[in-house]
């Protein structure tokens, strides 16, 4: 049995979550539902990309992913299906995965048009999830929507390259629950523009000339423990998902604080590297 | 196997919830449980009437909803278990239930009375999962609980009709978490006192003529997009849950502001509608 | 199937939660998988141990608990795996274990040596996750790991007496979803020491000489209603976990406050009790 994700904005709290999970069960006793997200800020398309590019690709080959952020259908704001790297994306076409779609050419693209059948205004419940069925139980995508070639695209999630090599630069676009502040400059686009040159990052007034694999690699283990980096220290790493984050050692935003609040690091905050 | 769905106030961060799944898989490893909320105002009654009340009709009938909060035993506060719309609910005796029970008739309702055999300061743990597993597993109610024919009312919970039928008062019940701030007043009950007449309805010094069906319907996708409706402007709307609910157009408590921050409406304001 | 639990301090807006379930779901198609908490202060050890202790024991024997808290291996902070209780553990060595294993004696320890072959910054996902499929295969410790004697002990978790018995001085050493202050005696503890003689507790400025067993057990439900102890009052219980616990009767942390905004009783602080 197919598993079915669920990546969205409605919060914990609301009976939203549950209610999708209930009339997933009714048609589909034994699916396997996942929550991947639903504290996305309201409304925010960037941060639903960055999670569910690097929360999609863990899960089996034919997962089907709902994504419910941003997703009252109107005239602007149709409703999609695609295939793209063999698993299912039931989501607005808002721009939500173009992030991925960029990386990886999406295998089929549907505009879902069995809305004359539903009268909605809980899309999510009513649309997405019916839909999400459809494919668990091996329907076509032909079946629920029309055959379209393009997608909405996001520009502001690509770094930018300066004509003469020398500047790449990015933007924060997620602040993790750590307070870590993630650009969109991945690991790839870096080291393919660097080409072994020297590198000094700058984000706010702070400068980064090392690029760490681990937080714990500013730790000197060989120093006695009160002369070494602490928690409060500035970083930056790649992270687990491959993209360069300005990070602070051990930060806890309750108490130490994190890179967000330490260093005034928000989000769409520009992070820009020069080469040398 | 049923489903059983938890409602608590507990969060998510102790050890409460988890140990509630792992005594249900315990005893029924097959169990199928869905988190409906642990968010809930710790013992806010309202609250927790208003999510379950939209959350349990998408569940599959059969399915059995633990109720836990403010749901210690006391000699005012007794635990119950009832059957209603063929599903099973298990809650204390506080009110908690009268949302539901006021539009669909419980078809049996028990006080519990296994307590004797039970020694506990975790009652949902230790009595509401035991009567959940009876349940799941066809257990009769009168095994676990004399049968009783009243329960416990709230009146907060329904809204006022004047005697002229000109205003209809009802209360802010429920914040969402966009800072939507929902009423008590159905569209159903709107809709029996107005007898298509006009109206106008106040909430804080707010007034609305008009009720919405869905958010962007404020939106004249015809405009240029810079002379459009923004994030930011207020409507009046029936919500997906079919109730009168103030919001925040786009709305994010935690950038722009939703309707409960900008308007000033918190839990148990008054809405007025008036009818001419 | 096991039971595999996650305890973490990733937060649950992240993908980091959802990309641990999507691999396991790819290695073991049929777990169930059950979040305890995701919601520890980060790095937050102590608070992990707690939540840890009073959740695991409600799960069947044979589940697998897999603890994600200050993980990041480094020459100071290996990873290890033990079965305890009958009960699989999977966590760094840097304590976390020491709260049950001090109670409990482990019956094998291993410290897992698999890190060769993978190349990682995120060992919840890529080592940890296997060690659980590993073991829910009924795989053996002695194959992820070289068998060890000793873990990491961690010493503030355990109350002091006094060389005369005549006090017993605790911690706090976990503020719950209510607000109430949870200190590091048990029940057990305090009664071997107390041997029936009288007893004052010292939280902060304030003093208590009874430990109730219910909230509502300071409540005299003889009185009209308006006559009794009402919400805001404070007790001293021993909680559902059997730990003696300062709270607020009723609190709620956005409203009435609890015992630690109210008492002003912190993470850390002490709680003395002097035997008479």
Do not use: W
């Not at 004359?116 to 995508?141: N, Q, W, Y």
């Not at 790449?168 to 660097?194: H, M």
């Not at 309750?254 to 989000?267: D, E, H, I, P, R």
Request: hydrophobic share 40%; charged share 25%.
């Amino acid at each position: 049995m197919s598993i079915i994700t669920l990546t969205t904005d409605f919060g914990t709290k609301d009976h939203f979550v549950g209610a999708i999970k209930g009339t997933i069960y009714n048609e589909l006793p034994n699916a396997r539902i996942v929550d991947i997200s639903h504290e996305i800020s309201p409304f925010n398309i960037t941060e639903t990309a960055y999670i569910l590019k690097n929360a999609y690709k863990s899960f089996p080959e034919g997962s089907i992913h709902i994504i419910g952020v941003d997703s009252e259908l109107n005239e602007e704001n149709k409703h999609i299906a695609l295939k793209l790297d063999n698993h299912y994306f039931i989501c607005p076409n808002n721009g939500v995965i173009s992030l991925l779609a960029n990386e990886i050419k999406p295998e089929k693209i549907v505009e879902i048009n069995i809305h004359d059948r539903i009268e909605t205004s809980f899309p999510v419940l009513d649309v997405f999830v019916k839909v999400a069925c459809h494919i668990a139980r091996g329907g076509k995508l032909e079946i629920i929507g029309k055959v379209i070639s393009e997608y909405k695209k996001m520009v502001e999630l690509q770094p930018k390259i300066s004509d003469d090599l020398i500047t790449l630069t990015g933007n924060i676009i997620y602040i993790d629950n750590y307070g870590n502040a993630i650009s969109n400059i991945s690991k790839k686009v870096f080291e393919e523009v660097r080409k072994a040159r020297n590198f000094e990052i700058m984000a706010s007034k702070y400068h980064f000339t090392e690029i760490q694999n681990k937080y714990s690699d500013i730790v000197d283990f060989s120093l006695p423990f009160d002369q070494r980096q602490k928690e409060g220290n500035k970083l930056a790493i790649f992270n687990s998902a491959n993209y360069l984050e300005i990070a602070i050692f051990r930060s806890n935003l309750k108490t130490v604080g994190g890179a967000s609040t330490l260093l005034g690091l928000n989000y769409r905050d520009t992070i820009t590297i020069k080469f040398s």
